[in-house]
């Protein structure tokens, strides 16, 4: 899936390199970085590419994602990191999962789920080996009934 969503894209030429792939249940995107600016590609039987965007993070450095040296499909990391979010918080459910497969010097998924309690959790995989790398639980907002 991953190779053959990718190639799609690169049919269109686009300028600049692979920075990332994200899925969250069907839909599918494609970034390249271009000029300090992210072209995203949403795939589907067609790819349709969206305007240049910000990059969110503009003291991080954005690294080409090189696919030969990914080996798990993004459904793998997925099924990798909800194992990985049940062993390490049970307690915590999530029905909505997102997985971004980007280069941060080495190929890595982040797999994160938003909780019903308002929780992050986050695991990250090495995408050669499948490895999870680290793992952690956050709390998005606090109710505070006095505000």
Known sequence: ??????EKVRLLKPKGFLAHV????????????????????????KVEALPLDEILDKKQEVLE??????KLEPEEALKKGKEAASEHYPL????RWIVILANSGKPTYTVTGVTMSLKSIVIT??????KVLSHSCEILAAFDPHS
């Open 125 to 130: 995989i090495d995408a050669a080996s499948g």
């Open 65 to 70: 994602l090189d696919l030969s040296k990914v």
């Open 92 to 95: 915590e459910m999530s029905s």
């Open 1 to 6: 899936m991953l190779k053959e969503t990718v």
């Open 22 to 45: 994200f899925v969250m249940g069907d839909d599918v995107r494609v970034g390249y970085y271009v000029d300090g600016k992210v072209a995203t590609y949403i795939v589907t039987d």
